[in-house]
């Protein structure tokens, strides 16, 4: 069935290095992939998304880049924050469909 | 964000018991859906409903039961819960581009 892997689990990082997260679909008809964060106790909010017809695409620090041949997609943090330790979901949305499936999450410290 | 508001907030019941955990939305979207998340599992879909008249099942639904009483809401209900079923329980809606999450119910089943 459809799968999305996550990696990796935890990922700790010194303030102001970088961070890269990365994801695996399954579904080759996938074809949107957004980022949501999730900070302690609070709701998923989506940060970036890409489309498949695009490879890369940036917001200011992050960024998130897409392989469809090898049905990758990953997103980097550039210059991190204390601000920016949360939990972190991939997800991939099948075409023709608005059913999505989520990654396991990577929780990101990022040390000051 | 506010235009998606879930009670209770949190809810602790007894094995056996039958809970309702309810969900609504003012931004007009036809698609809602019910996920849970525990500790390195990720956000797994348990329904999903893409208007009044259509509810489908997702990965884990099993012990879960749905309601869409309008377009606004959509409710979850545990017939009989049980300590397997705690978690933290999200709805969400979604648009064309995205989707857009509740605050969370956090419920324990004792």
């Known amino acids: 069935g459809e799968n999305v892997e996550q990696h990796p689990s935890t990922l700790s990082v010194q303030e102001g290095d970088s961070a890269v997260i990365k994801c695996t679909y399954s579904d080759s008809a996938s074809n949107y992939f957004p980022w949501y964060k999730q900070e302690l106790g609070k709701r998923p909010q989506l940060i970036i998304d890409i489309r498949s017809n695009v490879g890369e695409k940036k917001d200011q620090r992050i960024a998130v880049t897409l392989n469809k041949t090898a049905k990758h997609f990953s997103l980097h943090i550039t210059e991190t924050q204390p601000e920016d330790s949360a939990v972190y979901f991939c997800a991939a949305r099948t075409s023709g469909t608005y059913k999505y499936i989520f990654g396991t999450g990577t929780r990101l410290k990022v040390l000051a | ?110």
């Open chain 2, 1 to 110: 964000d506010a235009d998606v508001t879930q009670t209770p907030r949190n809810r602790i019941t007894k094995t056996g018991k039958r809970i309702m955990l309810e969900c609504s939305q003012t931004k007009g979207h036809d698609r809602m859906y019910w996920y849970r998340q525990d500790p390195g599992l990720g956000l797994r879909l348990i329904y999903y409903s893409f208007d009044v008249k259509d509810i489908n099942k997702g990965e884990i639904s099993d012990g879960y039961s749905v309601s869409r009483q309008a377009q606004a809401k959509f409710s979850l209900s545990l017939e009989s819960a049980i300590p397997n079923q705690t978690a933290l329980y999200f709805c969400a809606t979604s648009d064309p581009r995205t989707q857009y999450f509740g605050p969370g119910t956090r419920l324990l089943v004792l």
